[in-house]
T-cell receptor, first 111, second 112 residues
């Protein structure tokens, strides 16, 4: 069983569209994250949820809206997609002072 | 503030060469330190970690020692293999915020 799974793995869409990426973890962790990795491999945290509560919200355009229906799921919805949103988005989870477990990533390409 | 600085890549080595990837950090508090590895087309996975000063993390022949006096956590391997080709990320975490800070990543290419 995949510990942290995210879908879709690839997403190609036009500017201005709205899209969502879903993430699920079966590790029983309390904290989940969204990271963005740009073309230079730089990894930047976007959001963090602990037990469905938002605890980290970095400087991210409000076109990005995370939603955590329960502590095993953290979805990311993006409105009005822009070219600069093209990146690989990683979901991750952790349990208090523990390591991060990453999903395989969702590659978003905005045309 | 909190940040991680690691050497820029790419680093290109021949098989069986010695590897060092430098990592230094600044942190408000007492962080845990990590090295993550990302193989092509995959997510990051933990390579090794150290939770307090002077701890040595090790895995798959890689080692790193938590040096508080020099605020460093350099990654080393005595003899690299082609299969070690990947991007390596140094990171720190602070318990209170359960937040991780990543370095910019160092790409390693190992040639046969």
């Amino acid at each position: 069983d995949t510990a942290v799974s995210q879908t879709p793995k690839y997403l190609v869409t036009q500017m201005g569209n709205d899209k969502s990426i879903k993430c699920e973890q079966n590790l029983g962790h309390d904290t989940m994250y969204w990271y963005k990795q740009d073309s230079k491999k730089f990894l930047k945290i976007m959001f963090s949820y602990n037990n469905k509560e938002l605890i980290i919200n970095e400087t991210v355009p409000n076109r990005f809206s995370p939603k955590s229906p329960d502590k095993a799921h953290l979805n990311l919805h993006i409105n009005s997609l822009e070219l600069g949103d093209s990146a690989v988005y990683f979901c991750a989870s952790s349990q208090a002072e523990g390591e991060l477990f990453f999903g395989e990533g969702s590659r978003l390409t905005v045309l | 503030g909190n940040s991680v600085t690691q050497m820029e890549g790419p680093v290109t080595l021949s098989e069986e060469a010695f590897l060092t990837i430098n990592c230094t950090y600044t942190a408000t508090g007492y962080p845990s330190l990590f090295w993550y590895v990302q193989y092509p087309g995959e997510g990051l996975q933990l390579l090794l970690k150290a939770t307090k000063a002077d701890d040595k993390g090790s895995n798959k022949g890689f080692e790193a020692t938590y040096r508080k006096e020099t605020t460093s956590f350099h990654l080393e391997k005595g003899s690299v293999q082609v299969s070690d080709s990947a991007v390596y990320f140094c990171a720190l975490s602070l318990y209170n915020f359960n937040k991780f800070y990543f370095g910019s990543g160092t790409k390693l290419n190992v040639k046969p």
